[in-house]
T-cell receptor
Framework: EDQVTQSPEALRLQEGESSSLNCSYT??????LFWYRQDPGKGPEFLFT???AGEEKEKERLKATLTKKESFLHITAPKPEDSATYLC???????????FGKGTKLTVNP | GAGVSQSPSNKVTEKGKDVELRCDPI?????LYWYRQSLGQGLEFLIY????????KSGLPSDRFSAERTGGSVSTLTIQRTQQEDSAVYLC??????????????FGPGTRLTVL
């Protein structure tokens, strides 16, 4: 069964305190791993797609990396506006749907 | 150039009533998806459309749920005889083909459904 597990469930950081969020997955034939950001009361906002182990992508203070079993979302020197829930999802082979984890709620205090 | 839009943004209904939720995808996107997000749960896939066809309906939880898409654009998700466990945020996403964008799904703001 395709499965995505995100950890930790919640993370509190001080402004400027770098950290990483983890996404572990088991999937039959990975056709992409996706990171989204979701603010309260809004739909998920697309951040990154990673397709193969070793791939990395960056956007502002965020960097996503991928191995054969997990992905990390590294947050460098976060700001309060980075506070949100970060969602990880995989697309299994032969499917168009995304399988999501439950997310990591990030709070960055000023 | 607008993103995915959904209506209504909020819907409160009584148990046993039927509801219709609407999704307007990004113009030109051929793929459309419905997901459900319940409190404390991850997003759960419901149905996928390519054009007006639905090749994957595997996530629809019961025969009370149905969806259609017309003109390769607007989609409607219908829930008949609503139950309290149907209360959730219903999210629509669309995706298009292209060299860089084929696999990404772009989400709307969702419809929050509350069944009393």
């Amino acid at each position: 069964e395709d499965q995505v597990t995100q950890s930790p469930e919640a993370l509190r950081l001080q402004e400027g305190e770098s950290s990483s969020l983890n996404c572990s997955y088991t999937v039959s034939g990975l056709r992409g791993l996706f990171w989204y950001r979701q603010d309260p009361g809004k739909g998920p906002e697309f951040l990154f797609t990673l397709y193969s182990a070793g791939e990395e992508k960056e956007k502002e203070r965020l960097k996503a990396t991928l191995t054969k079993k997990e992905s990390f979302l590294h947050i460098t020197a976060p700001k309060p506006e980075d506070s949100a829930t970060y969602l990880c999802a995989v697309r299994p082979g032969g499917s168009e749907k995304l399988v999501f984890g439950k997310g990591t709620k990030l709070t960055v205090n000023p | 150039g607008a993103g995915v839009s959904q209506s209504p943004s909020n819907k409160v209904t009584e148990k046993g009533k039927d509801v219709e939720l609407r999704c307007d995808p990004i113009s030109g996107h051929t793929a459309l998806y419905w997901y459900r997000q319940s409190l404390g749960q991850g997003l759960e896939f419901l149905i996928y459309f390519q054009g007006n066809s639905a090749p994957d309906k595997s996530g629809l939880p019961s025969d009370r749920f149905s969806a259609e898409r017309t003109g390769g654009s607007v989609s409607t998700l219908t829930i008949q005889r609503t139950q309290q466990e149907d209360s959730a945020v219903y999210l629509c996403a669309s995706g298009g083909k292209g060299v860089l964008r084929y696999n990404e799904q772009f989400f709307g703001p969702g419809t929050r459904l509350t069944v009393l």
